[in-house]
């Protein structure tokens, strides 16, 4: 896909991760310096670029993995972006796109004091750090674990963690917002979502390939019936549309083509996810099978970060923003 060589590593490491000790893996990832690929090694990160981002946040779908590896990594790139330190993020984190209702910055006589309640936040954790993205404040805020006030903590239908941020205290680290860092951040936000689910997608559709060849009815596999077929031939082709839009957004770095995966990625996600179990039948919901460690991720993944009604509206918007059809034009074709 992105980076053949990380794949099969990261395939080895992060094989099985469902069952693995959450801590141990974090520890494993963490010594590969995963969690920082794509950061530049100059502002303390791993270095490589967005393709190896890539790759690993869809290995991280493909696997199930059950720790915030990409998430991590797109927080350390926006406080490498903006000249801040990476320190709050030694044990994970996230990067939240916060409007100003929700958060408060006031001057006090020891530095910036935020006061925040932002609900919902996904992979929020008492050791997690956190970095805050304000557009209407122009500043982007990184606060540690010990700034984090008490808040209920929950799980998603993915079992990852969710929680209400609330702080009230002083940041630890405050950078004015580049104008130009926010597109960037929603562009590539929007590109390592998609690449996960594309990696779920994937895992999706080779267990579904293995159940229907293995499995046999009226005296021959599953595979052989024709509906089932087509089943498959419809995930394939899902998982090609994603492959192709997420590969298209990489290549063109744009914010409309790393939105219009995102889009094509929340309808894929649903679309493959009905038809696998739809074809692995009642033992795919079963405890014991892997299938639904996936499809609840495809499921909780398909509206996370933004909604994929909200990525098609803002594909739309940026192409009527043009004078003409050029711009859907080039969108679609690349001027081809």
Not at 175 to 201: K, T, Y
Not at 230 to 253: F, I, K, P
Request: a negative charge; hydrophobic letters at 45%; aromatic letters at 4%.
């Amino acid at each position: 896909m992105f980076n053949d060589d990380l794949r099969a590593i990261a395939d080895d490491v992060l094989a099985g991760s469902t069952e693995a000790d959450t801590d141990t893996l974090w520890m494993s990832v963490v010594a590969l310096d995963w969690p920082l690929v794509g950061v530049p090694e100059s502002s303390g990160g791993a270095g490589g670029d967005l393709a190896d981002a890539l790759e690993l946040a869809a290995a991280a779908g493909r696997n199930a993995s059950p720790i915030p590896l990409w998430e991590t990594g797109l927080a350390a790139w926006v406080l490498a972006s903006s000249g801040l330190g990476l320190e709050v993020l030694q044990r994970g984190g996230v990067a939240v796109v916060a409007p100003d209702q929700q958060v408060r910055l006031e001057s006090s006589a020891t530095g910036l004091r935020v006061v925040a309640r932002v609900p919902a936040v996904t992979w929020l954790r008492p050791a997690g750090g956190v970095v805050l993205v304000l557009p209407s404040a122009g500043r982007v805020v990184a606060l540690g674990p010990g700034d984090l006030g008490p808040a209920s903590f929950s799980t998603n239908v993915a079992d990852e963690p969710v929680g209400d941020l609330v702080l009230d205290c002083t940041a630890e680290q405050v950078a004015d917002l580049d104008p130009a860092l926010l597109p960037a951040f929603e562009a590539r936000r929007a590109l390592l979502r998609s690449a996960a689910i594309l990696g779920a997608v994937e895992r999706c559709c080779s267990m579904t390939l293995d159940h229907v060849r293995d499995r046999h009815q009226f005296g021959k596999p599953l595979i052989a019936l024709q509906a089932v077929a087509h089943g498959l031939a419809d995930m394939t082709l899902e998982r090609r549309r994603l492959t192709s839009a997420v590969q298209e957004g990489l290549d063109r770095g744009s914010l409309g083509t790393a939105l219009a995966a995102r889009a094509v990625a929340g309808s894929s996600a649903g679309t493959v996810a009905r038809i696998a179990h739809q074809l692995h039948g009642a033992m795919g919901i079963t405890r014991e099978h892997q299938l639904h460690f996936v499809t609840r991720r495809l499921w909780a993944w398909t509206d996370q970060d933004v909604t994929t009604r909200y990525a098609e509206e803002a594909v739309g918007r940026l192409v009527l923003a043009g004078s003409g059809d050029d711009e859907l034009w080039a969108l679609s074709t690349d001027g081809r």
